[in-house]
């Protein structure tokens, strides 16, 4: 039995996702397609069509656990059709709609840290 909920719109397979994209001319930074099942999910999620910066080639895809490269850990991903390239997802609209917390930006982090260090710093004696 497949999931049902007003959603989503059930497809046979991810290709089902790709009809109607390929002729689009695709950017490289993720466009939501949108919100699908598929046969024996229990679930359902978010969908993107995204230009592979590796191949070249379009292809569609859910976020993926989380990368744990050493560079970018903890980040969702993309996984492309054609060649398995990796595309790590930093927008955080991607994190908001599949209802997850997004990772900090550069910024965030930076900012983060140089009040840690203000705040160290104060309380040397």
């Known amino acids: 039995m497949a999931h049902e909920c007003p959603d989503c719109t059930f497809v046979a397979n991810e ?6 994209w390929g002729s689009k001319k695709i950017g490289k930074n993720p466009e939501l397609v949108g919100c699908f ?3 024996n999910w229990v679930g359902h999620s978010n969908f993107y069509i995204f230009s592979c910066s590796l191949c070249g080639n379009n292809s569609v895809d859910y976020p993926h656990g989380y990368t744990s490269d050493g560079i ?3 980040l969702l991903y993309l996984s492309c059709q054609n060649c398995n390239a990796i595309k790590p997802l930093y927008g955080k609209d991607v994190y908001r709609a599949s209802g997850m917390p ?3 930006s550069f910024w965030e982090v930076l900012k983060q ?3 840690m260090r203000k705040k160290l710093k104060g309380s040397e004696v």
Request: charged share 5%; proline share 17%; net charge positive.
């Open 72 to 74: 970018r850990n903890g």
């Open 37 to 39: 099942t598929m046969p």
């Open 102 to 104: 997004a990772p900090p």
């Open 113 to 115: 840290t140089l009040a």
């Open 15 to 20: 290709g089902s996702i790709f009809t109607g």
